[in-house]
Every structure is written in C-alpha cells, then in structure tokens.
C-alpha cells in the first residue's frame, strides 16, 4: 500500500522520522553524559535538542496520520497505525513534559525530567517496532510490485517496471 503523502516519490513521514528520534534519543544520551562529567553544558544542549525534536516529531506526525487515514478500516494494519501514532504522541507528551521542567535550568534537569525523557524514549523503541510492522509486515508505504530490481522512484516508471524482468 503506498504512502498518502509523498515527495519524489518516496513516503514523506519515512523521511522525517529519524531526526526527531535522533535528537531525543541524542538528548538521552547526553543527559547521561551530564550524570557521569557533572558537566551542565550537557543538559543544556539535551534541553535544545528535545525542544528540536519535538517540533521535528510534530512535523512527522502530520504526514503519518495522513497516511494512516488512507489504511482500510477494520485491518490489523489500521490497529497497528493506531496504536504507533497514539504511542508516539504519548512520547512526545512525555519529552515535552521533561523539556517543560527543564525551563527553569536547563543545564541541571530534575531527576523526573530525566526519567520522562527516559520513558519518552523506551516508548519510541516499541512505537518503531510498530513503524517497523507497519513497512515490513503490512507493506504500508512500500509501491506495489516492489522488488530487488526495480527502476528509481524518479524514473515515473513503476517500481514493476524494469528492463530485466521475467528474466
């Protein structure tokens, strides 16, 4: 089933998704280092990149849902959609909630804000294993007739079409 929202031929929220979900799980990251060094340069550059990465998730979500809209009703594939968008607005909730109670010092998180970005990002491992059903399993945002050989998106050809095939 191929994606609703689409640029140069290639599903829109595919190609948005991995800078929300690196920069917060970046931000993670370096709040760990900020633990470790003591160093609240750390903390305030994780305060910046979920503040990114929200705006970014934001962004992504709004093609997502337009394409979860073109899913037929009554599918496991509509369920699975259901279930990774509310999911992924859940963990953005949760990274604006630590990034919420960062305001004050952003370069010495409390411990709940740490924990809510925490969470935040053990909910995206499972809202991308979703994704991850969504494109592997129910073939959603993948061309119809897909396959090793198939000419690029930008030819206008479909992905059906190749020279080589029936050989």
């Known amino acids: 089933m191929q994606a609703r929202a689409k640029f140069l031929g290639h599903a829109i929220h595919q190609m948005l998704i991995p800078y929300p979900l690196a920069l917060l799980t970046t931000a993670i990251i370096f709040d760990v280092v900020h633990l470790f060094t003591g160093n609240p340069l750390w903390s305030t550059i994780a305060y910046w990149m979920i503040a990114a990465g929200i705006i970014g998730g934001l962004i992504a979500a709004i093609f997502g ?24 607005v859940v963990m953005v909730v949760l990274f604006a909630a630590s990034w919420i109670l960062r305001r004050p010092d952003p370069g010495a998180p409390t411990t709940v804000a740490f924990l809510l970005a925490l969470a935040g990002g053990a909910l995206s491992l499972y809202t991308g294993w979703l994704g991850g059903e969504l494109v592997d399993r129910h073939g959603m945002a993948v061309d119809e007739g897909a396959n090793l050989d198939a000419p690029s998106s930008m030819s206008g050809l479909p992905a059906t079409s190749t020279a080589t095939k029936g050989t």
Do not use: Q, Y
């Open 65 to 88: 849902f337009l394409d979860w809209l073109a899913i037929p009703s009554r599918t496991r594939a509509k369920g699975v959609g259901s279930r990774h968008g509310i999911g992924n």
